[in-house]
């Protein structure tokens, strides 16, 4: 993998002295550069995000230097040598500008639900206890619980400052397994540089941000990186059962492709003793331990992954799928019982119900009625080109008379999850996630299928042309939902304000479930989502209806930019909104504005004498309309301009009443 | 050899065995250093001490200051597993750093856990902990690998 540096002997000073500086300049173009793609973007506003996100706002002088990053990288690893500090570099200054640039430009974490995070971390902190019951996160608690732990150690309520760098964190951490993991697949030097390279240019599933996934996909990069570097093997015959039919396969791939024979691809494994090897399977077992306590997919994805390894002989470690079934299916049992009692339907309604699970991860996606659905087909178009050049570089490594079984099963694996539920509708998302590593590799094959293989000019103008192009895409699929993902100052601070106004047992109403109102003091408060039946119009007497349904001794309506974007972008709502929601809700005296602030209002609702009405009742009037006619929304298509928003009155019970 | 920026390195010394692994056999090339064989894991684990003693105290004065808090992201990130990485004794860099801050962090979570069973997430106690475990390093670290024994290639 390194270069091969000529001896002492035979090095001149002045060959010596071209190398340095060859290397010095390797090392130093791409900092400048990550140095001017900052500066290029220190003006840019995410509050000013549209239907297509984020890069709407991205100046094209960024778009430079990426894309001369990209010319470089392309030029140091077309050489003979490859210079592993060089490359290096060129790798880390990649992952800070497409990873790290968001964080430099918002200041603030971003996604909602993150502040959700924060709030079961706070919980746990402060009771010392989890709670299963409050929310389903909590039944696998082991990320909250290190995080309130790292808390405490800290001497802080929340590690916020890491928060909004945990994105390029984690990204740097991934880094050193991916490059282990494609070392694996090929003993050329080149490979592992170009599928980090590929990797990281194509992740636009962005499950990086602080949560259980993120710490979860470290894991399983770690599992893999050890199974395939030090427990893998190529010399194992196929169990009987499947011999017949592996050697037919074998067969017809090899007329199809007009080879005679496969060798295994891959790189010798890492020679380990006894001793060493069962260290090994003890750290694996203690890494799947920390997976198990604290996400539900990542080791359903590991456990699948090394079943097949195991069932296709391409791993020593036999009897390992058994244990870690034992331990996932144990956690579940016992300490997830919380969670899986109340939700069989969850878990197991999707099973099976393959249709039902691409039609709510993509299906559903692709009805939104704005521009926004341009973002969803760059996402579904950069998937598949990825899935499309990953079959091109396993055709051509078959060609070349190489099987990787082993990447190739970790592509492929992730797909059977699609059958097991739809998670929320993020299947897909995750599977994209969990075979991008190996499809990344497999990338590399498409240019580079063996070490013979020179990368040509004509080779190096490809590659540079797709990595320049896929940079904006990137921009487009991954922050083409910030109008909704981005978190403002003033938001979190409207998230605050509501903690502080609101006491214990109060109900908290809010218009869209794109929030970050379950920042502290989650046991404490009743929260409730506008029904979808009330949606798009949300109606006064809706709204009311809806915080009618909790008896608490006070009601709060809480809207924010992020509620009030997701709005917009998903039924075609006005820019105005914001505003126009809070004109009509105003128009009703059962609401009082108590705290404002350019991103984030707070209203007391008085629900006193409203009888609550369930959505599916005979009696709920259907919301064809807005809820009081002669509002702001009637209005919106009117030429006159909307009347100024009142100010803000004083609010009964010695509440909270803070201006801007 | 001339390494990185022009500083000479010990040559390693590539060894051919042949040694047995699960099933089957496998020719393998061995490095076997002359120096510590996991150097990354070591020098890690030479910074991580002393910062791990330098939070516990903070953390039992209960300093309040941004070096105490990304003190403690350090040390739950490289902490243990700079210790524990040691005795896998891997030379493989990529994979030895990949594997420091799983482990670190999966000690974390396991440590996490086992403190809410305990209903006790003691600033101290967490931070010692830890600590603790960042000094469990290997006493003997320059050892070379212990030669493989030599076996009959055999059938898979």
């Not at chain 1, 902190?125 to 995080?147: C, I, V, Y």
């Not at chain 1, 309506?557 to 809070?582: C, E, H, M, W």
Request: hydrophobic fraction near 50%; proline fraction near 7%; charged fraction near 15%.
């Amino acid at each position: 993998m390194t270069s091969t540096s000529p001896s002492p002997q035979t090095t001149t000073p002045t060959k010596s002295a071209r190398l340095s500086a060859t290397r010095l300049f390797g090392i130093v173009i791409p900092l400048v550069l990550v140095l001017a793609g900052f500066a290029s973007i220190s003006d840019v506003e995410a509050s000013l995000s549209g239907p297509l996100g984020l890069i709407e706002e991205m100046p094209l002088q960024y778009f430079l230097v990426t894309g001369a990053l990209v010319v470089s990288f392309t030029w140091h690893v077309r050489r003979r040598q490859l210079d592993t500090p060089v490359l290096l570099a060129h790798v880390f200054a990649l992952i800070v500008l497409l990873h790290g640039a968001v964080s430099f430009i918002e200041q603030n974490p971003r996604f909602p639900v993150v502040y959700t995070h924060i709030g079961l971390t706070e919980y746990i902190q402060r009771t010392n206890e989890s709670l299963p019951t409050l929310d389903a996160r909590m039944n696998w608690p082991g990320f909250f619980s290190a995080t309130a732990m790292l808390n405490n150690i800290a001497g802080v309520d929340s590690i916020f400052p890491f928060l909004l760098w945990a994105p390029l964190a984690f990204n740097f951490m991934y880094a050193p397994l991916l490059f282990t993991i494609a070392r694996t697949a090929s003993t050329d030097p080149r490979v592992p540089w170009v599928t980090l390279w590929a990797y990281y240019t194509l992740s636009w599933v962005g499950q990086d941000y602080f949560a259980p996934q993120a710490l979860n996909f470290l894991f399983f990069l770690t599992f893999v990186a050890v199974v395939l570097r030090c427990f893998r093997t190529d010399r194992a015959a196929l169990p009987r059962p499947i011999r017949r039919i592996g050697n037919s396969v074998s067969q017809i791939t090899g007329r199809v492709v007009r080879v005679e024979k496969f060798q295994p691809g891959g790189s010798p494994i890492l020679a380990t003793t006894t001793a060493q090897r069962a260290l090994l399977v003890g750290a694996l077992a203690a890494i799947y331990a920390a997976s198990v306590m604290s996400h539900q997919l990542t080791p359903v994805f590991l456990l699948l992954y090394i079943t097949a390894l195991v069932v296709l002989r391409k791993t020593v470690l036999r009897g390992f799928p058994l244990l870690m079934g034992v331990m996932f299916f144990s956690f579940v049992s016992y300490g997830a019982i919380g969670y899986w009692s109340g939700h069989m339907d969850d878990l197991f309604g999707g099973f099976g119900k393959l249709g039902g699970t691409v039609k709510d991860n993509v299906g559903d996606k692709v009805e939104v009625e704005t521009n926004h659905v341009w973002v969803i087909y760059a996402r579904l178009l950069v998937a598949a080109s990825v899935w499309t050049i990953t079959a091109v570089g396993l055709i051509r490594r078959l060609r070349s008379g190489r099987s990787d079984i082993a990447p190739l099963v970790g592509f492929v694996v992730p797909f059977f999850v699609l059958g097991g539920q739809s998670y929320g509708g993020e299947a897909i998302l995750r599977v994209f996630l969990f075979s991008l590593p190996f499809a990344a590799v497999f990338v590399a094959f498409a240019l580079l299928p063996t070490e013979k293989v020179a990368f040509g000019i004509r080779k190096s103008i490809v590659f540079a042309l797709a990595g320049i192009l896929l940079v904006p895409s990137y921009w487009l699929a991954r922050f083409g939902n910030e109008a909704f993902e981005y978190v403002s100052r003033q938001n979190y601070e409207g998230s605050l304000a509501l903690m502080r106004i609101a006491p214990e047992d109060s109900a908290l109403v809010v218009l869209d479930g794109n929030t970050n109102n379950q920042i502290a003091r989650m046991e404490q408060f009743a929260y409730i989502t506008v029904p979808p039946t009330l949606k798009p119009q949300y109606s006064n007497e809706g709204i009311l209806n809806a915080a009618a349904g909790v008896q608490a001794a006070h009601t709060f309506l809480y809207v924010d930019r992020a509620q009030v974007s997701n709005i917009q972008l998903t039924y075609g709502k006005p820019p105005t909104f914001f505003d126009d929601i809070t004109r009509q809700v105003l128009e009703n005296p059962r609401f009082k504005l108590i705290y404002e602030n350019p991103d984030a209002r707070i209203f007391t609702v008085d629900t006193t004498g409203i009888e609550f009405i369930p959505p599916d009742d005979p009696r709920q009037r259907p919301a064809v309309t807005g809820g009081n006619n002669t509002g702001p929304i009637a209005d919106l298509n009117a030429d006159t301009p909307p009347p100024p928003l009142p100010a803000v009155d004083a609010a009964p019970n010695n509440q909270e009443v803070v201006n801007p | 050899m001339i390494g990185p920026f022009g500083k000479k390195r010990a040559r390693p010394i590539p060894v051919t065995e042949t040694a047995r692994f699960g099933s089957g056999y496998e020719t393998v090339n061995r490095y076997v250093g002359r120096r510590a064989v996991s150097p990354l894991a070591v020098r890690v684990n030479a910074v991580m001490m002393p910062a791990a003693v330098a939070l516990t105290i903070m953390a039992i004065m209960d300093v309040r200051s941004d070096v105490r808090m990304w003190l403690s992201v350090l040390l739950i990130l490289f902490g243990p597993g700079s210790a524990l990485v040691q005795y896998f004794r891997i030379p493989d860099a990529a994979l030895q750093l990949g594997l420091i801050l799983t482990i670190s962090t999966a000690t974390g979570i396991l440590l996490a856990q086992i403190l809410l069973w305990f209903n006790n997430f003691d600033a101290v106690l967490a931070s010692g902990i830890l600590t603790v475990l960042t000094f469990l390093h290997p006493v003997r670290r320059q050892n070379p690998l212990p030669k493989a024994e030599s076996k009959t290639e055999a059938k898979a």
